[in-house]
């Protein structure tokens, strides 16, 4: 079972950045697809980022590309989003996922959730 902890979430206001981190309990971290999802009040949880453990390649809803960085710190089982110039629609509960498999901007491709981190960006 591997436990994830969000963290890095404020208010913020737009054209600021932040940067969310997402701790892993799993001790082989590494061998896990790790992707960034979000849910506005409302709306349906969406992809926003993913890195792949086998490459590193990193993969970006067009909404945030451009503006969002995904990383991963294997020493550390910890994955991050940094994000500038963030935006008032970027305002939503954001959770990091963890699978064994390819990275897939497929929510159900996840088998392990975090409990998400408040992202709330002000106009």
Known sequence: Q?????????????????RLSCAASERTFSVYTMGWFRQAPGKEREFVA?????????????????????????????VYLQMNNLKPEDTALYYCAADRGPPSQKRDDYDYW????????SS
């Open 114 to 121: 975090g409990q998400g981190t408040q992202v709330t960006v």
């Open 2 to 18: 591997v436990q994830l902890v969000e963290s890095g979430g404020g208010l913020v206001q737009a054209g600021g950045s932040l």
């Open 50 to 78: 993913v890195i792949s453990w086998r490459t590193g390649g990193t993969y970006y809803a067009n909404s945030v590309k451009g503006r969002f960085t995904i990383s991963r710190d294997n020493a550390k089982n910890t």
